[in-house]
DNA sequence: AATGAATGAGTATTCATTCAT
DNA sequence: CATGAATGAATACTCATTCAT
C-alpha cells in the first residue's frame, strides 16, 4: 500500500518548515536557498508553503522570530530566577548558557542577520529589541547589581556590557569561517569573562 | 580635436572595475548585485568587464584579495619598523591601525566573507592564510616580545591573540547592523586593548 | 437548540454558486476569478463547489446559460401574449426591454461571451442558438407582421432586424469601458428606434 | 554555415514584438497568451522581449497603442483634407474607411479593450483619448458642418454621432463571435448610414 | 454531503553570460 | 579593445484541482 499523498497536519506544519528552512539556509544562505529546496526538506509541497509563508522573505523572517526569542527567553529567565551573586552568575549559568551558543543552531542565525539584515530593516528592528537589546539589558542589570553590591568597582567595564558578548560573537564567526583553525571557543569566552572580573574586582591577576 | 581630459589607461582599469564591485557589493551584498550595476558604476560596458574577470564570481575573488591584502601589509610593515616596547606597539600603532577599520571600506569585506565565505573554500583559505593567520601572528610576535623583555605576564592573554582582535569584529559588525544604537567603538576597542594589556601586566586597575 | 434561522437546500446551491461567480467574474474576468473566491461569496467550500461542477469552464458555461436564457424567454413570452401593432410593440414593451439590458447584470454577460466566447465554440454556438438568433427571429415575426400589416415598407431595415439590436450591445460596452464619458443610454437606444420607424413608415421626421 | 544566433536589429525590434504580440492576443486573448510564445512568433528570446517591455501588460498597452493611434489619425487626416460635403463625405470616405474595419486587425484590438480595459484604467483613458473622443469629435465635426450648410436638419441624430459608430462595434463583435451568421457587415453599415442621413435630410425613403 | 489542507504543473520575470558588430 | 543587444536557464509564486478527514 502506498504512502498517503496528503497528510493533514495543519498545527505542526509552520514549524517543520520554518525548521527545514532554518537548516537549508543554514547551509546556503539565504540567496541561494531555493523555495523548492525547503518545501522538499519539509516534506511538503511548495504550494503548502505558500499557504502559510507568502513569500520567501517572510519564511525567512519567521525563521529569525521563532528561533532566537526562545533562546532570549531562557536567558532571562534565568537572570529572575537567579539567587547568585554577580560574579558567581557570571562565571555560572551566565558562562554556562553562552558556551552553548557557538556551534549550536542559532550561530546560524547571526551569519543570516549579518548577511541579509541590511536588506530588511524591520527585521533588524526586530532582533534589536527583541534579543540584542534585551541581551545587553539582562547583562546591565547584573553588572550594575554587581557594583551596588560592592563586588565591583564602576568603570568602562560595567558600563559596557558589550564586552561580555564579543568573545560569543567572535566564537561564532570565527567557527562558522575557520572551522578548523578555530581555537577552543569556550576557552576564549572563559579568558575574557576571567579578564573582565578580574577588571572589575581591581584584583592582582 | 582636443585631447579627452581624462584619458583611461588600460591597465587601471581592472582595478577600476574591482572598486565599483567592491562599492555595490557594499550597498546590496554579493548576490543581490548585478553585474550590469558593477559595469556602470566602473563606467565599462559589461563586455568589458568580462574580459578581465571571466565570472561574477571571479570578480567576487579579486575583490577580497586586492582590498584585503594591502591593509594587512600595513600593519605587518608597522611592525616590522617599529622600536617600541609591546606596550606601547599595543597602546599606539596597533590601536590606531585598528580604530580605522570599522567603517572603513574593508569592513565591507568583513561582510562579504561572512554571508558569502562558505560557498568559496578557497577564498576561504586564502582569506586565513593571507590576512587573519597573518595578523594573528604578528599580534603574537608583540605579545611574545612582551613576555620575553619582562613587560607581561605569561597567561591565557598572551596565549590568545584571539582576544585583541575581537573588538573589531564586533564593532564592525555591530556598525553594520546596529548603526544607530552602536556604542563609541573607539572606546570600545580601547576598553578591551585597556583590559588585557592590564591583565598581561597584573596590575591593579 | 434553535433552528437555524436560514437553512440551505441542498437544491438552491447550485444557483447560488452560478450567482456568485456571475458576480465575481462581472468584477475580474472570467481568466481573474479564482475558484476560491467564487466559493467564498457563495458561502460554501471549494470542495462542496467541485461537486457541482467539475472544471471552472463547467461553472462559467453554466453561468451563461443559466442567466441568459431567462431572459431571452421573457421577451419571447412578450411578443407572444402580445396584441399590439407592430410599432406599438416596438415603441412599448420592445424599447421598455431592451432599455433594461445596460446596467442590468447580463451586460457582463456580454463581456463574458466577447472575451470568453472565442475559446469555447460549443459555448458560442449554444449563446447563438438559445439567445441571438432567437432574439433575432422574435423581432423578424414583429417586422414581418409590421410590412404585412401595412403598417411599413420593406426595406434593408425590415431585412436587417440586427439595427435594431445595434445599440443596445452598444449601450452596454460603451457602459462598461467608459462609464464617465457615456451618453443616455436611453435616449441612444430611443433614437434608434425612432430613426428606424421612421424609416420603415416612409414619413417625414 | 549555421544561422547566426544573434540578430542586431535594434531599431525594427519593439515594432516586430507588438505585432507578434498582436497577433497571439488575437488567437487567445490576452490572459491565456503567454510571454514565451510572443517571443517565439517574434523570432526572438523572451530576455529581450523583457528588455523592451517591463512586463507583460506593458507590451499589452503598447500593443494598443500603437496599432489603434495611427487607424485614427488616419480617419482625421481624411476630413481635414476634404473638401466635399457633408453627406458627400460621410457615403464617401467616412463609410470606405468605416468598412475596412470590421475584420481588419484593429477589430482584434477592440475585443482586447473589452476584454482587458476594466482591469486597466489608464489605458481606457488613453483610448477615449486618443480614440474614442477623437472619433466622435470627428464626426461631429461632420454634423455640424452639415447643419451650418442646410445640408441637414438639427435632430437627436446630429446630437449623436455614437449612432454613425454602432454598426461598425456591432459588426467587429458579431464576426468575433458569429462568422458563421454574420450578415454581410458592409451592407449593414451601409444601411445604418443610409437610415441616418436620410433622417437628417428629413427626406420621404 | 462537506471541508479545506495539500498538490504540482504552469508562468512571468530576472540576470549571468555570450557574441555580432 | 569595446559595446550592448541577445540569449536562456533558473526561480519565485499562483491557482485549478484532488482527496484525507
Not at 503548502?48 to 517572510?58: G, M, N, R, V
Not at 568597582?153 to 564567526?173: A, E, G, K, Y
Amino acid at each position: 500500500m502506498p504512502e498517503p499523498r496528503f497528510r493533514r497536519r495543519k498545527e505542526d506544519r509552520p514549524q517543520e518548515i520554518t525548521e527545514a528552512a532554518l537548516a537549508a539556509f543554514a547551509d546556503k544562505g539565504y540567496a541561494a536557498t531555493k523555495v523548492d529546496e525547503v518545501a522538499k526538506r519539509a516534506g511538503v509541497s511548495k504550494g503548502l508553503l505558500y499557504l502559510y509563508f507568502k513569500t520567501k522573505e517572510d519564511l525567512f523572517k519567521a525563521v529569525i522570530r521563532s528561533f532566537v526569542v526562545p533562546k532570549i527567553d531562557e536567558l532571562t529567565a534565568i537572570i529572575d530566577s537567579s539567587e547568585l551573586s554577580s560574579e558567581e552568575f557570571l562565571r555560572g549559568p551566565f558562562l554556562a548558557f553562552v558556551k552553548t551558543v557557538p556551534g549550536s543552531p542559532i550561530s546560524v542565525l547571526v551569519r543570516l542577520m549579518i548577511s541579509e539584515g541590511p536588506k530588511y530593516p524591520d527585521l533588524l528592528q526586530f532582533y534589536w529589541e527583541n534579543v540584542v537589546s534585551r541581551g545587553l539589558a539582562a547583562l546591565t542589570v547584573i553588572l550594575e547589581r554587581g557594583v551596588k553590591n560592592g563586588e565591583f568597582r564602576r568603570s568602562v567595564v560595567t558600563d559596557l556590557p558589550h564586552l561580555f558578548v564579543m568573545p560569543v560573537l567572535f566564537s561564532v564567526i570565527f567557527k562558522l569561517l575557520f572551522e578548523k583553525q578555530c581555537p577552543d571557543t569556550d576557552r576564549l569566552i572563559e579568558a575574557q569573562i576571567d579578564v573582565l572580573i578580574a577588571h572589575m574586582k581591581g584584583e592582582i591577576q
